[in-house]
């Protein structure tokens, strides 16, 4: 049965795009090695023909397809699972910028296309693609849209959903959609594209997009800003919309606890501001020059100090000072693992219940495992935290995460439901969090997804056991 | 049966607002007097649970529902068929604000709530909901989610679709899907938010929204704009989107026809410019000052002159003025009402190839109806234009309407997908154009919706004949 079908994936895609034999961990080991999986094999189509034939292929042998990028996701939704009889679908070869269209400013790519080489093709054309994340050098744009990647501009630009105006998708049945679409107005049926996005490669394989792109910023300008209370936060940022509008291109808080970790591990970064509890990283983009991007900033933290919603503030006066600024704010995951394994959370509410929601689960944490740390860090412009809650000094961090995950779970779950807010903010679902989902997400709602994924891939062979 | 259905009705809502006798055309007869129906009844739910009560004795009935907000649609989707077997179901008394959260910007509302009406529950904040479109004095939010409706400030704020953060639906079977949130960010699941969305009532019930808010602006300043060609003109929209970014907040074309007709029929209408080709409405909005959206305008339309990307410019100076300059723009719907009838395309083209559409399809036109007359106008930063087709001079439009309409749309839908275009750049489909839908969409595209409508309306009940 199986050696029928990698013959005929052999046939289908040559012998040498085909792979059952050697180290396959690259695309078997999830990125955060919580998840090791056994493919029959890998399999590395260079067109969207191909992908459909071996979506074809593997519907006639009723075998499940785990459709992967760059492998770089958090919950474990692009590996395969250990049995050995799914097979691992790979995009990285389809990887050309089919077409950049600078008066319509869209782009039409590959799935398989790394972020960066997209941000760099919209740059060569005096444009911009604003999608920007940690993991841009090797992850791709398919796995962007299948888990509706977010990142440190989502405050001016949206998810990657809001920067993707059509797709082309391989149906479980090994149909191409062509729904690739240069338009910014479509009203002519059910919103398939943003049903495939998010989906996670249960409900079919994205195998190309066109992406929005911007007219790039004539300056970009960063500065940091002391808050003394959480509320202070929330002020600067309301302070900062009204001022800047959609200027203001991020948004980013520091817990004092995070900033330690790096003052505490990376002892040689300049640190721009003394501590304080909690830091904001503000980052303007401006259309017209940077005198005017300062002049700004300058406004809105002289009033902002005024009012006492600040209590310091530094404008980096540098493309070098910025940069430096936001390696601090990206070295706050890098000084975690320095510090020891933690509980991570990626979590989102509604930026006005933030700072009540922080207050009460602090307390209910530290009430229950009393000397934990909390690593509090974020994109707070967009009510997204990641809030995870590090072992009490002394302690081991591995005995702490095998013992007290669930329980810290379940009281970090239980605050963001009760403030009605997400699970997971922009990591997705995959196989890390599809139970907790099965237990928070209301009985019509898992109706409804199960429906659809039931409509869309009958025989359950689009990456099963990820999402539902 | 349908004594036994009605009976029930009553008692769920109560005699007063079950429907049945007298004059129901303001329910039963769609705003372009196109759809003439005939209701078994009109039902007036105030609450969601009653929504819900509704929908669960209709399924038990097997009886369809249409619903309606204001009833201000342009393709037949909510009015009933002339069978007098479906239900009628008006959201109009669900019109409350349910809350208003400035800190998190965002309200979560009825969707029965007149569009006019959430724009001032903004206001009054301080804060924008920016979907503006003709009929806002009496559409309703519900509808502008059920067809994505689009309007003038799409370009910066995108459709309806982009305005919602969360839904609550009442679904086929009548079970209630709260899904209201007021997150930026969450990836837990499927989207459904905006598979509802643009479905024009036929997954599921819209009967309220979180939606999205903005600071508001400090100024707005319009201008008008000569220019020689479309090329121009799209080399104008370049020239704004680099020089404003997302401070361009409109962006509107008129062709030398469509002005002349407002000249003709409306006289006394101030005109701020001589006539040319193509007169193109800009509109800034700033978030710091009058004074800095005046000299951005000053800028950037000096640098147009000097490029021989326009021939001409005023810049509106006062209120009163930028109004005026609207009134011209939104008096061309109307001028065409004086000409007479004339056949409607609401199209949408990737911006780029807007210049090549028109000449070929203006072409094909003049050379199979000679003499026929082109109204040209539309959101052009959104590649949107009302493409409308007007009889030629001294003939009757009505005759022209009724035996070219096929033959013209013919030629234009033909060329719209060609250049890769859209049918329904903001209308929807509806009743009018289910037909054409079927002809031009692809066959997977098709299947998919199919899927996705049977999995979750498997009794077929919710505005059956709609879209599909």
Redesign the interface.
Same mark, same amino acid.
């Given at each position: 049965m199986s050696a029928a079908l990698l013959q005929g994936l052999r046939e289908a895609l040559g012998d040498s795009q085909v792979l059952s034999e050697g180290d396959l961990s690259s695309y078997e080991l999830d990125w955060r090695k919580r998840f090791q999986g056994k493919a029959l094999a890998v399999v590395r189509p260079g067109s969207t023909a191909q992908v459909a034939q071996v979506m074809r292929l593997c519907a006639e042998h009723r075998v499940a397809v785990v459709p992967q990028g760059g492998n770089t996701g958090l919950v474990g939704g692009s590996v395969p699972d250990a049995s050995g009889s799914q097979i691992l679908l790979s995009l990285q070869r389809m990887n050309k910028v089919r077409e950049l269209?600078?008066?319509?400013?869209?782009m039409t790519v590959d799935a398989g296309c790394v972020l960066q080489a997209l941000q760099q093709a919209a740059d060569e054309q005096g444009l911009l693609f604003p999608l920007s994340l940690a993991a841009e050098g090797s992850c791709t744009i398919g796995g962007n849209l299948a888990?509706?990647a977010?990142g440190t501009q989502?405050l001016?630009y949206?998810?990657t959903?809001?920067l993707c105006l059509g797709l082309e998708v391989v149906?479980a049945a090994g149909?191409?959609?062509?729904?690739l679409?240069?338009?910014?107005?479509?009203?002519?049926?059910?919103?398939?594209r943003?049903?495939f996005?998010?989906?996670e490669g249960t409900?079919g394989i994205i195998t190309g997009a066109t992406l929005k792109l911007y007219?790039r910023?004539q300056a970009k300008m960063t500065a940091l800003a002391a808050c003394p209370t959480l509320d202070s936060a929330?002020a600067l940022l309301?302070l900062a919309?009204?001022?800047? #509008?959609? =200027?203001l291109t991020g948004f980013e808080l520091m817990g004092d606890f995070a900033l330690s970790l790096v003052r505490k591990h990376f002892p040689l970064l300049p640190q721009a501001l003394p501590p304080c509890p909690w830091t904001v990283l503000l980052e303007i983009?401006?259309?017209?020059s940077e005198a005017h991007a300062q002049a700004?900033f300058e406004g809105l933290l002289e009033t902002a100090l005024e009012n006492g919603v600040i209590e310091d503030a530094a404008v980096a006066s540098s493309l070098e000072q910025s940069r430096a600024l936001w390696h601090v704010r990206e070295s706050i995951p890098l000084a975690q693992v320095e510090e020891g394994l933690n509980i991570k959370h990626d979590i989102?509410?509604?930026?006005?219940?933030i700072p009540e929601f922080v207050a009460q689960t602090d307390a209910a944490l530290k009430a229950a495992f009393p000397g934990v740390r909390l690593v509090n860090f974020g994109?707070l #412009?967009? =009510?997204?935290l990641h809030y995870n809650v590090q072992a009490p000094e002394g302690g081991s961090a591995a005995d702490f995460l095998r013992e007290q995950e669930h329980a810290v779970n379940a009281i970090v779950f239980d605050a963001v439901t009760a403030f009605?807010?997400?699970?997971?903010?922009?990591?997705?679902?995959g196989q890390l969090?599809r139970e907790e989902?099965a237990l928070r997400?209301?009985p019509?709602?898992?109706?409804?997804?199960r429906?659809?994924?039931?409509?869309?891939d009958p025989q359950g062979l689009l990456n099963p056991g990820r999402?539902?």
């Open positions: 269209d600078p008066a319509n400013l869209t888990t509706n977010g989502v001016r949206g998810n959903r809001e149906t149909e191409i959609w062509q729904g679409s240069g338009l910014r107005k479509d009203n002519t049926g059910y919103d398939l943003d049903l996005i998010g989906s409900l007219p910023p929330l309301g919309q009204q001022r800047a #509008g959609s =200027g983009s401006d259309s017209e700004l989102a509410l509604p930026v006005s219940r994109h #412009g967009d =009510g997204n009605q807010g997400s699970i997971s903010a922009e990591h997705g679902i969090k989902l997400k209301s019509v709602a898992l109706g409804l997804m429906a659809i994924k039931q409509a869309l999402v539902l």
